[in-house]
């Protein structure tokens, strides 16, 4: 686990199916999938999936933490 160098919470990266790494919040979410869903979340597999939190869901995924960083705007490409 590191740090996020602008706001010091600690984060993890997961690659993402484009190969790309992605910083994400610790913390599995359970949600249940849905296009419409108002999550957008990154599965282990590196899959960006939407849906709606479910707590009795099997599915889980992480959040990105470019969406909960409040300085996330400095460390866009």
């Given at each position: 686990?590191?740090?996020?160098?602008?706001?010091?919470k600690?984060?993890?990266?997961l690659?993402?199916?484009?190969?790309k790494?992605?910083?994400v919040?610790?913390?599995?979410?359970p949600y249940?999938?849905?296009k419409n869903g108002?999550?957008?979340?990154?599965t282990?597999?590196g899959?960006?999936?939407?849906g709606?939190?479910d707590?009795m869901?099997?599915?889980y995924?992480?959040q990105?933490?470019?969406a909960?960083?409040?300085?996330?705007?400095?460390h866009?490409?």
């Amino acid at each position: 686990m590191s740090k996020c160098k602008s706001c010091g919470k600690s984060i993890n990266w997961l690659r993402l199916k484009t190969g790309k790494w992605n910083p994400v919040d610790p913390g599995k979410i359970p949600y249940k999938p849905d296009k419409n869903g108002k999550l957008t979340l990154i599965t282990i597999d590196g899959e960006v999936v939407r849906g709606n939190l479910d707590i009795m869901s099997h599915h889980y995924g992480f959040q990105s933490h470019f969406a909960t960083c409040p300085d996330a705007d400095q460390h866009r490409r």
